[in-house]
């Protein structure tokens, strides 16, 4: 049981088997740039990704991490696009609403 929180919290484990950002892929929705950054563990892809918006200087983000998994890294982007595609649709102008740089959503 300790292996698994340590694992889960980052404390010691195997580094093979610990979670890797891998490259970003982004894409123009509306007047914000979608991001989809999967997360690989070990041979699977996490959905993963933000949706960012520029305000004058500053960049708003809002990122997301989904308990899906994929086998395949390009089925994990395609479906992190649409994921933030509809949390746009969903939430509309009240996604930004708050003024915070970034949390998650």
Request: charged share 30%; aromatic share 8%; proline share 3%.
């Amino acid at each position: 049981m300790a292996s698994f929180f340590s694992k889960l919290f980052g404390r010691g484990g195997d580094s093979a088997s610990s979670p890797k950002a891998t490259t970003e892929e982004t894409e123009a929705y509306n007047d914000l740039v979608l991001v989809a950054a999967p997360i690989q563990e070990g041979a699977q892809f996490r959905l993963a990704g933000r949706i960012e918006k520029r305000d004058g200087e500053r960049v708003l983000s809002r990122s997301f991490i989904r308990a899906d998994l994929f086998s395949s890294r390009d089925d994990a982007v395609a479906t992190a696009f649409r994921k933030a595609r509809q949390i746009v649709d969903q939430t509309g102008p009240s996604l930004f609403a708050d003024g915070a740089e970034s949390r998650q959503v």
